[in-house]
């Protein structure tokens, strides 16, 4: 617990993770880490003015100069990488080289933002009147409410606030509930770069980032208020369905990023070795907790009998334990609810005709017996059922046989969820029919690299059930600015469009 309290002094938390009515545990050994004070519903409306009110002024400040704002947030997370990483081990159970990753996300995507933000192009447009001009404007878009999950619970923040800070919109973050002290942390640090631009000279606003923590009920009230114009989640299905519809019925925005149900294509080409170590980590790490995580192995019937001992051989070599400690591979799920749902879905499983290769039980282990470690999951399915259709966040890898390449495709495609997909292929032909319009339908399709650890220059996000939004890099940032078409006249006459003539 010592070491737990020194995580939390590096980044100056001890008094905001006390006396608080919420109560936050480390699924690390299930201990109590600290309580924080919740808001309410009927604080929103107070933070949602306050937060109009910033924007109303930081859309005036000049694109590269909230460009040099996240330039120095971007400095405060790397001075404070080792410490804010091991908060989000502590916090949320992923290995420390995972944590200490998260962090190196967020330092990539504000230095991503601060080059975007000279860089918010607009279009020139060519008018069919004489000595008229058009062209295509990105202005920002207003206050954005971010709503986050515990699994990455400091990066996807990041994500939308680096890109939406740029873009000249101000913040309000609900984090999960599960993860509320690295979200803390990071508000800490965004203050303090507040105070650093301040002090060489520039003009911020008071609560351009503000941080609301609650249950469902402080969440709806968010989502609900009219003074967002965009409101980003990451989550689950029903929690994307309820916010969506709810901002949809004010007609505002969602950018939502939800469940993943990812495949890997193995074909008879393919590089084994390579394949093997792909499928650990995508499958495993996080404990199988990330969005993107590898649930689905499609193997060509040619390799299956030589892939499945092998990956077999190597789960049993993996290394489960305390995700602070250097060499440990799998931290604990994030609780109890977790542990069950996989359990769940092991029964379904048989239920269905799949046979568990191997993995699936509980890992007791000395001194952490408050946490919910388990072995990783293996399950031969003879078809993908029902279970297999269904994303259960846990590591539980179905694996199923196929013949041809278009088989393997269609099965790819044949589940409610479209997030990141993959091939292991040395064929070019294979690859490419892979990435075709007529290949993988999610939002990420990899050749010879696993669904998981995307890398921030890309849009990220995915289709049907994953939500369709798009976070990151890319062309991203136009999720969090209006556009306005603008038509000047610098004739002496009045033309109209398409020959239209309304003379006196």
Not at 59 to 80: K, N, T
Not at 333 to 339: C, F, K, Q, S, V
Not at 365 to 374: A, D, F, K, Q, R
Request: hydrophobic share 40%; charged share 20%.
């Amino acid at each position: 617990m010592n070491a737990y309290l020194e995580i939390l002094e590096r980044l100056n938390l001890t008094a905001q993770a006390q006396g608080g009515d919420l109560e936050v545990f480390s699924p690390i050994d299930g201990q109590k880490i600290g309580a924080v004070t919740q808001d309410k519903p009927a604080d929103i409306g107070k933070i949602a003015a306050q937060a109009e009110a910033a924007f109303k002024a930081w859309r005036q400040v000049p694109a590269p100069v909230r460009g040099e704002f996240v330039r120095l947030l971007g400095e405060r997370l790397r001075v404070h990488k080792a410490a804010l990483g091991a908060l989000v081990t502590l916090e949320c159970g992923k290995i420390a080289s995972e944590g200490l990753g998260e962090v190196q996300e967020m330092i990539d995507i504000c230095d991503f933002a601060v080059g975007l933000s000279r860089q918010l192009y607009g279009l020139t447009i060519a008018s069919e009147r004489p000595e008229h001009h058009m062209r295509e404007m990105w202005h920002p878009l207003g206050p954005v409410a971010i709503v986050t999950a515990f699994n990455f619970p400091v990066a996807v923040w990041a994500w939308n606030a680096a890109l939406a800070l740029v873009c000249g919109d101000s913040l309000v973050w609900k984090p999960s509930e599960k993860t509320p002290l690295t979200a803390l942390a990071c508000q800490k640090l965004f203050d303090e770069a507040v105070e650093e631009f301040r002090r060489a000279g520039h003009d911020i606003p008071d609560h351009l980032s503000q941080l609301v923590i609650g249950g469902r009920d402080v969440g709806q009230a968010l989502v609900e208020n009219e003074i967002f114009p965009l409101v980003s989640a990451t989550g689950s299905v029903p929690m994307g369905r309820a916010v969506g519809q709810v901002v949809a019925g004010r007609l505002g925005r969602s950018l939502l990023e939800l469940g993943g149900n990812n495949a890997m294509i193995v074909a008879p080409s393919a590089d084994l070795d390579m394949a093997v170590r792909a499928i650990l980590f995508s499958a495993v790490g996080t404990c199988g907790q990330r969005c993107t995580s590898l649930r689905r192995l499609i193997v060509h019937e040619d390799v299956y009998d030589v892939l499945l001992p092998r990956l077999s051989s190597a789960y049993e070599q993996i290394r489960i334990g305390n995700p602070l400690e250097e060499g440990t591979l799998i931290g604990p799920l994030i609780d109890e609810g977790a542990y069950e749902e996989m359990q769940t879905a092991l029964k379904q499983a048989r239920a269905q005709g799949g046979d568990v290769v191997c993995g699936g039980a509980r890992l007791e282990i000395e001194g952490l017996e408050g946490g919910h470690y388990v072995r990783p999951a293996i399950v031969a399915m003879p078809a993908q059922s029902e279970i297999v259709r269904h994303e259960t966040f846990a590591p539980i890898l179905y694996v199923l046989k196929y013949k041809d390449i278009n088989e393997a495709i269609r099965m790819q495609n044949d589940v409610p969820q479209g997030l990141s997909s993959c091939v292991f292929t040395g064929l070019v032909k294979e690859a490419e029919r892979f990435l075709s319009a007529a290949g993988s339908d999610c939002g990420i399709a990899n050749v010879n690299i696993g669904p998981s650890g995307a890398e921030i220059g890309g849009a990220f996000g995915g289709e049907k059930e994953t939500g369709g939004g798009r976070e990151s890099g890319s062309d991203s940032w136009k999720a969090y600015m209006r556009r306005q078409t603008q038509t000047i006249n610098f004739s002496d006459a009045l033309p109209l469009a398409q020959g239209v003539k309304f003379d006196l």
